[in-house]
């Protein structure tokens, strides 16, 4: 087998945006999509609740525009905010296009309409929220994957972990340019060179950066750590989103209670039975996440529970099983009835508003070099993601990357000359075990230092550790021969200290960063923009 490839567009990361983006570029352009383990790896093929669109007569563009800025907290960027909700229902159109089976409203004698079944989640003022009963990721994932796999020009490349981009400041070129990347082949064992004319971060989140998460195993960082080591910029990193509603169970790892169940009723509840919500927020189990989570972690240690309750059980229960079933199916395997009995949840980690500054169509600070998706800071979540807003991103900036790829062809060539990944001074490691502590070690103490409540000296603590864990893992990676533990293991100390730097820097609780040295908001809302040392090289 080569090591050395060529594609017109690499793309690195197999969910919702980084398949869109190859089926818009796919007729004209040989497109590569990487993903690290399976293709169906990524947080996209687990996301429950479904896509915020303004889709019924009675919502309006403004009206989504105006939840998603006061969901914010004052930091959400309008114009950006104001391209993708005004591209939802296209983008949606398109989703349908392309055979996602969206649920349907029903008649009275259980047949399908032809209208779409909206639902409404946390922070929308409206039911505008089309989803697929309550597996929309995977619904979405599935039908996009399919009709990748029916394209000749696009390539699916399964157990590849990237490794770092290839820049013009690491061949000693002059200019701020991307040709592609170093990856790990997992099969080969060997380092792969991967030239392209275009790259594409859409790796997601880093929400696996903390002990307690909605996340899948793959979501550590890559893409952010990645762009951030090339000398692009990184903003926000200090929002990270805590899902209030994780199912606690021993034998339940990182399974989500989708947002929708509050949607539809459910409510949460003490372990007396007593409601709490309506003691924090005027719209009780609708308010945003971030006011949700921190109700219930304040509950949790007021209280000294393990965890709060949510009940949906006082609906019908036919009415559940139609609207939630891979929740009542996969709480019935633990021993939970959600027709019968209220579901036992805390918050964990879920979604990283933070990321690669980009323009309106992804482009990042290197040329040639995109990331779209969660990687990415366009500006829509602010201090706060709303509901659902986020496969819509994906979606609406997946087709513009592609667009303006499209546009920017003549302006490109493919990159010659790529050198081979260099490991002539590097050995197999046989201490494996140091990796496995020090990503136990890292995550554990950003979720005790840097999770939903912070203080200045629980950051300057969590500082001190990821800045002798970052020496630790570079002597290491300098070393011995790269494997995805510790390709991933690397990127997460990235990413951490990016998190701790950029929640230092906030003098203030704003959105989903909250300190009790700063409980009060700024009148000015500034974004928390950090510049790597080579950003002006």
């Known amino acids: 087998m080569t090591s050395k490839h060529e594609y017109d567009v690499l793309v690195i990361g197999s969910g919702a945006a980084g398949l869109t983006l190859a089926l818009h570029l796919a007729s004209e352009l040989r497109v590569a999509v990487l993903s690290k383990g399976r293709l169906s790896e990524g947080s996209t093929y687990w996301a429950q609740g479904g896509v915020a669109g303004v889709l019924d007569d009675s919502d309006t563009v403004d009206a989504h525009v105006q939840d998603t800025l006061d969901a914010g907290g004052g930091l959400c960027h309008e114009e950006a905010v104001r391209q993708i909700v005004g591209n939802s229902r296209e983008a949606i159109g398109w989703l349908v296009d392309q055979g996602v089976p969206f649920t349907r409203e029903k008649r009275e004698d259980g047949s399908e309409t032809d209208d779409f079944h909206l639902t409404r989640e946390g922070g929308h003022s409206h039911r505008r929220i089309i989803h697929a009963a309550d597996a929309t990721g995977a619904a979405i994932f599935n039908t996009l994957l399919l009709r990748a796999q029916e394209h000749t020009n696009i390539e699916l490349l399964e157990d590849r972990v990237a490794v770092d981009l290839i820049t013009s400041q690491k061949l ?258 046989d201490e494996d075990v140091i990796i496995s502590h020090n990503w136990d070690e890292l995550r554990r103490f950003m979720w005790d230092y840097v999770g939903i409540v912070r203080t200045t000296k629980r950051l300057q603590r969590a500082k001190h550790r990821v800045d002798m864990l970052l020496a630790e893992i570079h002597e290491f990676y300098s070393n011995y021969r790269v494997t995805r533990d510790l390709l991933e293991l690397r990127n997460l100390a990235v990413v951490a200290d990016l998190i701790i730097r950029s929640a230092i820097l906030r003098r203030e609780s704003r959105g989903l960063h909250y300190t009790l040295d700063y409980p009060a908001m700024l009148d000015a809302a500034e974004d928390t923009i950090l510049s790597p040392p080579n950003a002006g090289d």
């Open 172 to 429: 000693g070129r002059a200019g701020k340019r991307c040709f592609g990347a170093y990856i790990f082949n997992r099969a080969s064992g060997r380092v792969e060179t991967f030239g392209a004319r275009f790259t594409v971060l859409a790796t997601g989140g880093a929400s696996k950066v903390y002990l307690y998460t909605s996340n899948p195993d793959s979501a550590s960082g890559d893409g952010i750590a990645m762009a951030w080591r090339a000398g692009c910029r990184v903003a926000n990193m200090e929002f990270n989103q805590f899902h209030p509603t994780c199912l606690y169970h021993p034998k339940a790892k990182s399974f989500l209670i989708t947002e929708a169940l509050r949607g539809e009723g459910a409510l949460l509840k003490l372990p007396d039975g007593s409601r709490f919500m309506p003691r924090f927020d005027k719209r009780a189990e609708l308010a945003p996440r971030d006011i949700v989570a921190r109700a219930i972690d304040h509950e949790m240690k007021r209280l000294g529970l393990d965890c709060v309750y949510l009940d949906i059980s006082h609906k019908p229960a036919q009415f559940i099983r139609d609207h939630f079933p891979t929740v009542y199916e996969r709480c019935l395997t633990f021993g939970i009835d959600i027709t019968r009995e209220p579901i036992p949840v805390v918050p964990a980690a879920h979604y990283t508003c933070g990321g690669v500054v980009v323009d309106s169509a992804g482009q990042t600070d290197q040329a040639n070099l995109y990331a779209i998706g969660e990687t990415s800071f366009t500006g829509l979540h602010g201090a706060n993601r709303m509901a659902s807003n986020s496969l819509l991103e994906c979606i609406v900036y997946g087709r513009s990357a592609a667009h303006d790829i499209l546009e920017k062809l003549h302006t490109s060539s493919m990159p010659a000359d790529l050198p081979p990944w260099d490991e002539s001074q590097v050995t197999d490691s």
